[in-house]
């Protein structure tokens, strides 16, 4: 729906900036659009991120410094695989946390790739040529031009962010993540309210994660990124 919209958009109007945001978040800042604009006049960017604001003072921007690699997308397969067959252990609330910590260094996933968290990607700085949370994006109108499509049309909610930021640096094309323009994000609520049913829930988060996890692996291997 989103390559459909892009493209309708793309053929009847002359596009300076494209705003791509879940249905779940909300644009707080008053001076958002000025802001945009005079980061657009000091850096020339395909993609911009903005800050992710979401409840408990936390920050999902900037995502990492790079895509998932071939290796860590196998490892993490593996992972997400293993949490879909066995997702009764899913539906044991207040041990979630702790298995899930347990199950990641099972597969060698690093317990908190969260690189914001240890301060080599502070959210209150600029950063150049990163990765960036698919809730709110910024295309321009080098993008428009550029791009035929938006997102990977055969991904579905996952790794569609490690699909489009591989091919910018495939590309050499620049991303930017600017604190000075936020957002806030209501995490999950739409997730939460189409599935009321939490097994229902963790089947769609899983199976999707799996299909598109598969997708990105293909496209790593095309690409001879492996």
């Not at 920050?59 to 949490?83: D, G, I, R």
């Not at 591989?166 to 094309?173: E, L, V």
């Not at 000075?180 to 994000?185: E, G």
Request: hydrophobic share 40%; glycine share 4%; net charge positive.
């Amino acid at each position: 729906a989103n390559n459909i919209a892009y493209r309708m958009m793309k053929s009847s109007y002359k596009i300076e900036f494209l705003i791509a945001a879940n249905n779940d978040i909300q644009f707080v800042q008053r001076d958002f659009l000025t802001k945009l604009e005079e980061i657009s006049l000091k850096s020339k960017f395909f993609i911009l991120g903005p800050d992710i604001q979401v409840k408990g003072n936390r920050h999902q921007n900037p995502k990492s410094p790079n895509p998932m690699s071939y290796s860590e997308a196998q490892k993490w397969l593996s992972y997400v695989t293993f949490q879909f067959n066995h997702i009764n252990l899913f539906l044991m609330g207040k041990l979630l946390a702790p298995y899930k910590l347990r199950l990641k260094k099972i597969f060698k996933i690093s317990p908190s790739k969260d690189l914001r968290l240890d301060g080599k990607l502070p959210w209150d700085k600029v950063h150049h040529d990163v990765c960036l949370c698919g809730a709110c994006l910024i295309f321009s109108a080098d993008f428009i031009d550029y791009y035929q499509d938006l997102f990977s049309p055969v991904t579905f909610f996952y790794h569609e962010e490690d699909i489009l930021f591989t091919k910018m640096k495939i590309n050499n094309q620049k991303t930017i993540y600017d604190p000075s323009i936020y957002v806030f994000h209501n995490n999950a609520v739409s997730t939460g309210q189409a599935f009321k049913n939490m097994k229902k829930r963790y089947r769609f988060q899983f199976g999707n994660n799996i299909q598109s996890c598969k997708i990105y692996i293909d496209y790593l291997e095309q690409n001879k990124l492996m």
